[in-house]
Nanobody
Framework: QVQLVESGGGLVQAGGSLRLSCAASGTIFSINNMGWYRQAPGKQHEWVAIMASSGTTMYADSVKGRFTISRDNAKNTMYLQMNSLKPEDTAVYYC????????????WGQGTQVTVSS
């Protein structure tokens, strides 16, 4: 059974940093694409950062230069380092593991709350 568990969320002041973790079990972590997504109250679900199995990364314009996605295949864990946080980064953050060639291989974590105070 595939399971993704996020951790590391919390309350931080604007300008501060947080590091989110996503621990994966029951999946072949190293061959999947991984990503972070978020949903703020009253807003649509949006992607934040994606790392392909090749290591290629992509970032949403709103977080480029501030957030860094990384993965440790040996630990089956993905990270999102978030620096220079802004109040508009407040959201529930979700991690995702997926095989873009196999729609059934698409898994999500339960989410972790990040709140940035001004």
């Amino acid at each position: 059974q595939v399971q993704l568990v996020e951790s590391g969320g919390g309350l931080v002041q604007a300008g501060g940093s947080l590091r989110l973790s996503c621990a994966a079990s029951g999946t072949i972590f190293s061959i999947n694409n991984m990503g972070w997504y978020r949903q703020a109250p009253g807003k649509q679900h949006e992607w934040v950062a994606i790392m392909a199995s090749s290591g290629t990364t992509m970032y949403a314009d709103s977080v480029k230069g501030r957030f860094t996605i990384s993965r440790d295949n040996a630990k089956n864990t993905m990270y999102l380092q978030m620096n220079s946080l802004k109040p508009e980064d407040t959201a529930v953050y979700y991690c995702r593991s997926y095989d873009p060639t196999t729609p059934s291989q698409d898994y999500w974590g339960q989410g972790t709350q990040v709140t940035v105070s001004s």
